[in-house]
Each structure stands twice: as C-alpha cells, then as structure tokens.
C-alpha cells in the first residue's frame, strides 16, 4: 500500500509543478511569446473548470444512488455549447466590447451601470458559489482520509477538518500570486489558464485510467461488464422525467452563471472563434469524463465491502487492489479537479467584491472622490487579495458548520440553483431592450429569497432552525410556507422545488418590474447596445463636452490603469487628434473610450461613477435617443455624418486657433529675445570697453593699485566668458537643427551620466537643497550614445528645478524605465507647482521663457537645445502632465541605430 506521507510529498510535488508551469506561462506572456498560450485548445481544456471534484468523485456516487440521472450533469452544457452557441458568441461579443470582467460587471452595466445590481449579483454569487467551494475541500480532505485508513504504518488518520484548512490556505496563496498579477481584464491570466489546462489533461487521463482498469482489469472486457450493469442494483433505479428536465437545464444554465465558468468562457476569451472550437470539443471532453461512471459505480458496489463512500469509488477501487501508480493518478486527478475550480472561482468572486463593493466603498469614504491622491491600484489588487482569503474562509468555514454532507452532488445542485438566480435578468437584459433595472433588481432579490430559504438555509438542518417540525408544518404553523411545499404543492422533489419556484417567481418579478417601470435614458442606451452588440460595435455615448479637463483625467487614469498605460492611451489619442503631447481634447468619444478601459480594471459601474466625478455628470443627445429607435435610422445617419463633417471642422478650426496662438506667442518671445539678446550682448560690451578704457588710462598714467587692477581685470574676464556662453549657446542650436553636428557615440552606464549631470549642477547651482530621489538599481543600463551631450540635456533640466521648482523643499524624482521594443524612457519629475496648460506647448521653442527675463536669466535657449540634442541622438523630450508638478520624459534608444 502507498505510505501517506509518500503521497504528502507527491502532493507537494505536484503542487511545485503547477507553481512552475504556471510561473513560465507568466513570463512567456510578459515577453510577448504568447503562441500555443492563446490557442483554441487551450481556451477548450480551461472550460474543464466545469469538471470539479462533484463530477471526478461524486459522479460516480450520483450513479450508485440514482442510476443515469448523473447523465443529466454533463448532458445539459453539452446541450449549450451544441445547440445554444449563439448565447455564448453574444456573451463574447458583449464581454469583448464592453470589457466585462464578470457576471455582476455584465449585469449591472447592462442596466445602466447600476451599482446596486453590481452589489446584489456579487452577494449572490459569493452566497451561491460557498457551498461548491467546500464541496471541493471536502472531497480533498476526503481523499486524504481515504489514504490514511489505508496507510499499511498505521499512522493517526488525517483531520478532515485541518486538512480542509490547509487545502484552503494552500490554494489562496496560489491563487492571489496568480491570480492579481493583472489588473486590467484584457490582460489575461495565462498563468493559471494554462495550469487549468495541464489539470484538465491529468483529471482526464486519470479518469480513464481508472475506467480502463475497472473494464478490463477488474472485468472480462465490455461483454462481462454489460452483464454486470444488468445484474447491478444502480439499473434499477427509475428515470424521472420533471427532475431529468430539471437538472438538465440547471446544469446548462450553469455554463453561463457560474462566476468560473463565467471566468473562463467570456473574460478569458481572446478569441471569439474559438467558441466553435469548444463547440465540439468540450462535449467530447464531458463524454470522456463520464465514459466509465457506471463501470466504476457498478464494479465498485460488488467488490468494496457494504458501507464504502461511493464517492470515493474511483480512489478506492486502485487502493483495494493495491494500484500503487494509479490510485496516485487518480488522487491527482481529483486534486486537480478540485483546485482548478476554487482558483477560478476565487478570482472571479475577488474581482467581483473588489469591484462592486471594496470600490464603491472606498470612493465614497475618501474626500477626493476620483481625484484622491495615490495609486488607485494597489487599492483594487490588495482587495482582491483579500476576498480571495475571504473567500475560500467562507468555503471553509460551510464545511466546518455543514458537518461536510456525504453526498456531494447535493452540494453542487445547492450552488447551481443559487447563482441561476442572475439568469433571467442575464437573457432578458440581452434579448429584449425592455427590460429594466427595477425589474431585474426585484428579480434577483425574489430568487434569492425563495433559494434560500427553500434550499440553502435547510442545508444546514437544525442548526439553521430547519427541524423536522419547521419542515412539516411551516413558520409559525403556516403550511402555505412549508420550505419543500411553498403554496400547498406536495408531491414534488425538493430539487426540482427550489429550482422551479425559485426561477419562476424570479422570472415573473423581473416582467412585471419591468413593464411597470420605464428605463432611464442610459438603460435604454447600454439595453441597445447589448441587444444589438453585432450591428454596434461601440459602446453607449453618454458624455457631453467641456465638463472634464484631459489632465485631471490623466491623473485618474493613471492610479486605475498605471502610468504607463495611461500616458500611452492619452498619447495615442492627441496623435489620433492631430495633437502633440499627452492632452487630447475630452470629445465624448474619448471619455467613452477612457471608460471602457478603466472599466475592465473597475468594472463598468465604478468606472463610470469615477469619470461622472470629473466630467460633471451624464448627458444623453438627441442623436442617442435616435439610436435607441429603429424607425429613425436614416435621420441618425444622415444625422451622424453632419456631426461627423462638424467634428473634422471643428477639429481643423482648433487646430488653425492654436497654430495661430503659438505664431502669436513665438512671435511676442522673439521680440522679447531680440530685446533681450541686444541687452545681453551690450551689457557685457560695455563693461569690456568701460573698464579697458580704465586700464589703457592707468597704464598711461601708472597710478593704479595691484588690488583695482585685479578687480578690472576679472570684471572684464567675467563679461567676456558670459558673451562668448551666448555666442556658443546660439552657435550650438544653429548647429543642431542644421544637423551639422558631431557626435562622439560611445558605450556608456547611464547610471554614471546621470551622477555626472547631478554632480555638475549641484556645483553649479550652489547648493540650494534640492532632494533627489532615484532608484539607483534601475539605471544600471548600458547605453550607446554620446555621453557628453546627454549629460548636457540631463544638467539642463537638473537646472531648471533648481531655478524654478517653487516648493519649500524641492524634490527632483527620476525614473528610468525600459521599454519592451528596447528604448528608454527617463523621468524626470519635481514637487513643484508645475508648468501651465496654455504654456506647456511653448518651452521646447527658441526664446521661450515662462517667468521674468531678469528673474530667470540666460536666453531662453536651453530646452530648444536639448529637444535639438535629442532628435540628434534618436530619441525625444517631451512635457509629461498630470505627475503633480514639472516632469520632463526623455525617451531614446539604448542602442544606436544603424543605417
């Protein structure tokens, strides 16, 4: 027999691989190579998530105490992705164009964003997916029972108890290293889809194992076992038409709404035909799984002793035998059928509670609303950290206090007919544009209440209150609300109970609520969209112009999606406007597209009340309305293509505006420099002839002291070496920009030039306390370029904080970072009050000086040249708004190119 604590450690092992596979899946992902990552058949083993320890293990147990009816488990998604593919595509579709990032995120920005659903869907779930959680801790903890009481050392069997408690923190560590490595939804969690993957592979080999063992190494092949089915008491047992019906399409809606299944079938999906892939192979893969469950049910009954857990046949059998090897695999199998399902749950229930409640929460607590200071990130991703553990807690502590039900198809019908409840406003809300918030409100809440108290709370028994009495005669004696025989109807299964009133009545509430009551304008807007996502590719407009300034988004978007998706997403837009820089105009497209991205980090609900912070609130054009009502389509075309055309001049008229203004601007600072510039030079020349008129008339005469003619002599030193830094700084932009100038290209650390440039400003500058904060690790980086004139830009902006940062104690932070195409990016960033709007597209011109000539010295030259050394040197220098103060990103290659 296998030692346990030999299987301890093949635990671990397996445990370490999944760590591995998942770890290289990660960085393959980050490098770009994503390849077979993205492939259809990895898309198809990750819906295996579907296959959890109820199918691997309580399968088999379904069939010794119900015969076929465990059939009705796999026939029902078989059913949805043959038959019903088009409700999945559509699914897609939405999830893809709306950046769904779960069944609550769907739900509640079909209705208008509403947070409320957000909140009632996410309670839902976390309520309804509980029990299945501890369904798979305990058939783990089952199986390591299983192990001890066959250990041939005799040691103490296992707590069930403590070993589910380790399973579960085991699985929440996994989970949250990762699970929250990425925020954003489009950024998908490759590392534990592929680890799914690999598990689907081993639960299935190690099913069929099992069954290839029992039919012809137990059996005389097929033959002797049919006559062994046929003699056996599980082909006795009745088929029951209302409850096949009934768990048949439980288990098909349960491919839509289970939070997992939800995970991996329309978030993880980066392909939309992939869906026809799974089509086919999916079912294939559910027919495999339960192949052989009649043959192990069967051969189990007759050869295990009377009393032996059925749902444990498919481990025990290999143990009675002694099948070292495969009562290992088979332990494995189940394992991983296990936790893959609380890995995926986990993440879609954290990414629900952090989105749809930590979130909402949080806004509303802190002062600033969406403009709150610090990185918005680290809130979302330390809270679904969080409700990962809080999670599998919950999971764990329903084992603990259900006292773990032997059956565990029980458990799962309990958590399928729970998060069911979210189907009728799920359908409604993408078939029918009626359908309205109120409705789908009081439709979950109704479910909810009936599933309940008709099917979850008696889970519990008497320690819920659920006795025999409270059963047969109802609350306070009112038979009418018997929990198994709501409104007099006896006679019917409590399964097929719960599910039938519990769905009804949802249903009947969510057509009534919305008939009665009339969608807000945004409901009928985003119920258009969705109904008709195949004929609208965007998402609803609903924001108006002028409300919201681009750089106070800048600063939102940055602490949502990080500040280099951020910058890049603002970049591309000013480009896509004709703009330079980081600040687009806030046109309504742009809001829209800047909520859906946020949206798949935050949902669509926070991600709207954020913006709605900051653009001052939703507006609904007469043009959207029109939108919404299929009569007036040619009115909304001819419509949209004059507002397009008024777009593009407008668009052109700005454009022209701010040519005009910086013409009028450059214009005003070259008179101001040639003002200054004839200052400059006349000053310096006065002083020479003035004080060599001195010398030559002292040299006549001879009365002059050492001490007055040392002091004239470096006066006239003085002035001669400030004019000839005029003439080099004019003569050495006139070279730059006539490309004339020679580059000394040399290998450099660019940790080392940026010292140099530090120390040379600090002995220039004087000292005035300037701090400086730099991550000295990161700028380690071996660069080709030509050091002297780098350093040259690096002391120039080095300066200027010097000069012009006016916070009480300057902080200068630079930040290097490298980009994936093998380019640097250099920040560099001060606490000061910044550089106005309206100036920012002035300072890299000639003659530009934005304070008092007198006060700021010099002329104006030093950021025209450094933007001049920077295209020399293959790179850029550009104004980066929304950091808190004047930040400077300086972007080259680390390589030189070649031609």
């Given at each position: 027999?296998?030692?346990?604590?030999?299987l301890?450690l093949v635990?671990?092992?397996?445990?370490?691989?999944?760590?591995?596979?998942a770890?290289w899946a990660e960085?393959?992902a980050?490098?770009?190579?994503?390849g077979w990552l993205r492939?259809p058949?990895i898309?198809t083993?990750?819906?295996?998530?579907?296959?959890?320890?109820?199918t691997?293990?309580?399968?088999v147990g379904?069939?010794v105490?119900?015969g076929l009816?465990?059939?009705t488990?796999?026939?029902?998604?078989s059913l949805?992705?043959?038959g019903?593919?088009?409700?999945?595509?559509?699914?897609?579709?939405?999830?893809?164009?709306h950046?769904?990032?779960s069944?609550?995120?769907l739900?509640s920005?079909r209705?208008?964003k509403s947070?409320t659903?957000?909140?009632?869907v996410?309670?839902?779930a976390?309520?309804?997916?509980?029990p299945?959680?501890a369904l798979?801790l305990?058939?783990?903890a089952?199986s390591?029972?299983?192990f001890?009481?066959?250990d041939p050392?005799?040691?103490?069997?296992?707590?069930l108890?403590?070993?589910?408690?380790?399973?579960a923190a085991?699985l929440a560590?996994?989970?949250?290293?990762?699970?929250?490595?990425?925020?954003?939804?489009?950024?998908r969690?490759?590392?534990v889809?592929t680890?799914?993957a690999?598990e689907?592979?081993?639960?299935?080999?190690a099913?069929i194992?099992?069954g290839?063992?029992?039919?012809?190494g137990?059996?005389?092949?097929?033959?002797?076992l049919?006559m062994?089915?046929?003699?056996?008491?599980?082909a006795?047992?009745?088929?029951?038409?209302?409850?096949?019906?009934a768990?048949?399409?439980?288990?098909?809606?349960?491919?839509?709404t289970l939070?997992?299944m939800?995970?991996?079938l329309?978030?993880e999906?980066?392909?939309e035909s992939?869906?026809f892939?799974?089509?086919?192979a999916?079912?294939?893969?559910?027919?495999g799984?339960?192949l052989?469950?009649?043959?192990?049910?069967?051969v189990g009954?007759?050869?295990l002793?009377?009393g032996s857990?059925?749902d444990?046949?498919v481990l025990t059998l290999p143990?009675?035998y002694d099948?070292?090897v495969?009562?290992?695999?088979?332990?494995?199998?189940?394992?991983?059928?296990?936790?893959?399902?609380?890995?995926?749950a986990?993440i879609?229930?954290?990414?629900?509670v952090?989105?749809?409640?930590?979130?909402?929460i949080w806004?509303?607590s802190?002062s600033?609303?969406?403009m709150v200071?610090?990185?918005v990130r680290?809130v979302?991703?330390?809270?679904r950290?969080l409700?990962?553990?809080?999670v599998?807690a919950?999971?764990?502590?329903y084992?603990?206090?259900?006292g773990?039900s032997?059956a565990?198809?029980?458990?799962?019908?309990?958590?399928?007919?729970g998060?069911?409840?979210v189907?009728?406003?799920?359908v409604g809300g993408?078939f029918w544009r009626?359908a309205?918030?109120?409705g789908?409100?009081?439709g979950?809440?109704?479910g909810?209440?009936?599933?309940a108290?008709t099917?979850f709370l008696p889970s519990?028994?008497?320690?819920?209150?659920y006795?025999?009495e409270?059963?047969?005669?109802?609350?306070?004696?009112?038979t009418?609300?018997r929990?198994?025989?709501?409104?007099?109807?006896?006679?019917?299964d409590?399964?097929?109970h719960?599910?039938s009133?519990?769905l009804a009545l949802?249903t009947?509430?969510?057509?009534?609520g919305s008939?009665?009551s009339?969608?807000?304008?945004?409901?009928r807007l985003q119920?258009a969209?969705?109904?008709n996502?195949?004929?609208h590719?965007?998402?609803?407009?609903?924001w108006?112009?002028?409300?919201a300034?681009?750089?106070?988004?800048l600063?939102?978007?940055q602490?949502?999606?990080?500040?280099?998706?951020?910058q890049?997403l603002?970049?591309?837009e000013?480009?896509r406007?004709?703009?330079e820089?980081?600040?687009?105009?806030?046109?309504?497209?742009f809001i829209?597209?800047?909520?859906?991205?946020?949206?798949?980090?935050?949902g669509?609900?926070?991600?709207?009340?954020m913006l709605?912070?900051?653009?001052?609130?939703?507006?609904?054009?007469?043009?959207?309305?029109?939108a919404?009502?299929?009569e007036?389509?040619q009115?909304m075309?001819?419509?949209?293509?004059?507002?397009?055309k008024?777009?593009e001049?407008a668009r052109t008229?700005r454009?022209l505006?701010e040519a005009?203004?910086?013409?009028t601007?450059l214009s005003?600072?070259k008179?101001?420099?040639?003002?200054?510039i004839s200052h400059?030079?006349r000053?310096?020349?006065?002083?020479?002839?003035a004080?060599?008129?001195?010398?030559?008339e002292?040299?006549?005469t001879?009365?002059?002291?050492a001490?007055s003619l040392?002091r004239?002599?470096?006066?006239?030193?003085?002035e001669?070496?400030?004019?000839t830094?005029?003439l080099d700084d004019?003569?050495?932009?006139s070279?730059?920009e006539?490309?004339?100038?020679?580059?000394?290209?040399?290998?450099?650390n660019?940790?080392?030039?940026?010292?140099r440039?530090?120390?040379?400003s600090s002995?220039a500058?004087g000292?005035?306390?300037?701090?400086v904060?730099r991550?000295e690790?990161?700028?380690?980086i071996?660069?080709?370029?030509d050091p002297?004139?780098?350093?040259?830009?690096f002391i120039n902006?080095?300066?200027n904080?010097?000069?012009?940062?006016?916070?009480?104690?300057?902080v200068?932070q630079?930040h290097?970072r490298r980009?994936?195409?093998?380019r640097?990016?250099?920040d560099f960033?001060d606490?000061g009050s910044?550089i106005?709007?309206?100036?920012q597209?002035?300072?890299?011109?000639k003659?530009s000086?934005?304070?008092d000539?007198?006060k700021?010295?010099?002329?104006g030259?030093?950021l025209?040249?450094c933007?001049e050394?920077?295209v020399?040197?293959?790179?850029s220098?550009?104004y980066l708004?929304g950091q808190g103060?004047?930040?400077?990103?300086?972007?080259l290659?680390?390589?030189?190119a070649?031609?």
């Amino acid at each position: 027999m296998l030692r346990f604590n030999i299987l301890v450690l093949v635990c671990i092992s397996y445990a370490t691989l999944l760590f591995v596979v998942a770890f290289w899946a990660e960085k393959r992902a980050e490098a770009g190579r994503l390849g077979w990552l993205r492939s259809p058949l990895i898309y198809t083993l990750s819906l295996s998530i579907y296959c959890t320890a109820w199918t691997f293990y309580g399968a088999v147990g379904y069939a010794v105490r119900s015969g076929l009816e465990f059939v009705t488990i796999y026939l029902g998604p078989s059913l949805m992705m043959i038959g019903w593919w088009w409700i999945l595509r559509k699914l897609v579709r939405i999830g893809r164009t709306h950046r769904i990032t779960s069944v609550a995120d769907l739900i509640s920005s079909r209705y208008g964003k509403s947070t409320t659903l957000g909140v009632l869907v996410t309670l839902l779930a976390v309520i309804g997916t509980t029990p299945y959680i501890a369904l798979q801790l305990q058939s783990v903890a089952l199986s390591f029972a299983v192990f001890g009481v066959n250990d041939p050392s005799g040691v103490v069997l296992p707590d069930l108890d403590k070993t589910a408690l380790w399973v579960a923190a085991g699985l929440a560590l996994f989970t949250s290293l990762f699970g929250t490595r990425n925020l954003d939804a489009n950024e998908r969690h490759h590392g534990v889809v592929t680890a799914i993957a690999l598990e689907a592979v081993v639960k299935f080999i190690a099913l069929i194992a099992v069954g290839l063992f029992v039919v012809w190494g137990l059996s005389d092949g097929l033959g002797d076992l049919m006559m062994r089915i046929d003699a056996s008491p599980v082909a006795q047992h009745p088929i029951h038409g209302t409850r096949w019906i009934a768990l048949t399409m439980l288990s098909a809606v349960a491919l839509i709404t289970l939070p997992r299944m939800f995970q991996v079938l329309v978030v993880e999906n980066s392909d939309e035909s992939h869906l026809f892939t799974a089509g086919w192979a999916f079912p294939l893969y559910l027919f495999g799984m339960s192949l052989f469950v009649i043959p192990i049910a069967v051969v189990g009954l007759e050869v295990l002793p009377a009393g032996s857990n059925p749902d444990m046949f498919v481990l025990t059998l290999p143990l009675h035998y002694d099948q070292r090897v495969l009562a290992t695999l088979s332990f494995l199998g189940g394992f991983s059928s296990a936790t893959s399902m609380v890995i995926v749950a986990s993440i879609a229930l954290s990414t629900m509670v952090s989105n749809h409640i930590v979130m909402p929460i949080w806004l509303s607590s802190r002062s600033g609303g969406a403009m709150v200071s610090g990185d918005v990130r680290g809130v979302v991703l330390s809270a679904r950290r969080l409700s990962i553990f809080g999670v599998l807690a919950l999971g764990y502590l329903y084992f603990h206090f259900s006292g773990g039900s032997e059956a565990l198809a029980s458990i799962g019908m309990i958590s399928f007919t729970g998060v069911a409840q979210v189907l009728p406003a799920m359908v409604g809300g993408i078939f029918w544009r009626g359908a309205t918030r109120v409705g789908a409100i009081g439709g979950v809440i109704t479910g909810f209440v009936v599933w309940a108290y008709t099917m979850f709370l008696p889970s519990f028994g008497p320690a819920a209150g659920y006795t025999a009495e409270f059963l047969a005669q109802g609350p306070f004696g009112l038979t009418l609300l018997r929990p198994q025989a709501l409104f007099g109807v006896e006679g019917v299964d409590p399964v097929v109970h719960a599910i039938s009133w519990s769905l009804a009545l949802n249903t009947v509430v969510f057509l009534v609520g919305s008939l009665l009551s009339f969608p807000r304008p945004v409901e009928r807007l985003q119920g258009a969209e969705f109904v008709n996502v195949f004929e609208h590719s965007g998402s609803a407009r609903s924001w108006s112009h002028g409300f919201a300034e681009a750089e106070d988004l800048l600063v939102m978007a940055q602490r949502i999606l990080g500040p280099v998706e951020a910058q890049n997403l603002f970049q591309s837009e000013a480009e896509r406007q004709g703009k330079e820089g980081y600040l687009p105009d806030t046109t309504p497209a742009f809001i829209e597209r800047l909520e859906r991205e946020m949206a798949g980090s935050v949902g669509a609900a926070t991600a709207h009340a954020m913006l709605g912070q900051i653009a001052g609130g939703v507006f609904v054009s007469v043009e959207d309305l029109m939108a919404v009502a299929d009569e007036t389509a040619q009115m909304m075309e001819h419509s949209s293509q004059l507002e397009q055309k008024s777009v593009e001049l407008a668009r052109t008229a700005r454009q022209l505006r701010e040519a005009n203004e910086k013409l009028t601007a450059l214009s005003i600072q070259k008179d101001a420099f040639l003002s200054q510039i004839s200052h400059e030079l006349r000053t310096p020349m006065t002083s020479i002839r003035a004080f060599s008129e001195i010398l030559r008339e002292a040299g006549q005469t001879g009365d002059m002291d050492a001490e007055s003619l040392e002091r004239f002599s470096t006066i006239i030193h003085d002035e001669a070496q400030r004019l000839t830094r005029l003439l080099d700084d004019l003569l050495d932009l006139s070279v730059l920009e006539n490309g004339q100038v020679s580059l000394n290209w040399a290998r450099a650390n660019l940790h080392d030039v940026i010292d140099r440039a530090l120390n040379a400003s600090s002995e220039a500058g004087g000292g005035n306390g300037l701090v400086v904060r730099r991550n000295e690790l990161s700028e380690h980086i071996a660069i080709e370029t030509d050091p002297d004139r780098l350093a040259q830009v690096f002391i120039n902006i080095i300066a200027n904080v010097r000069k012009y940062c006016d916070a009480e104690t300057p902080v200068l932070q630079i930040h290097v970072r490298r980009t994936p195409d093998d380019r640097l990016q250099i920040d560099f960033i001060d606490n000061g009050s910044g550089i106005a709007k309206d100036k920012q597209a002035m300072i890299f011109e000639k003659f530009s000086r934005l304070t008092d000539h007198a006060k700021a010295g010099g002329a104006g030259l030093g950021l025209a040249i450094c933007r001049e050394i920077m295209v020399n040197l293959g790179g850029s220098i550009s104004y980066l708004p929304g950091q808190g103060g004047a930040a400077f990103r300086l972007d080259l290659p680390r390589v030189r190119a070649r031609d």
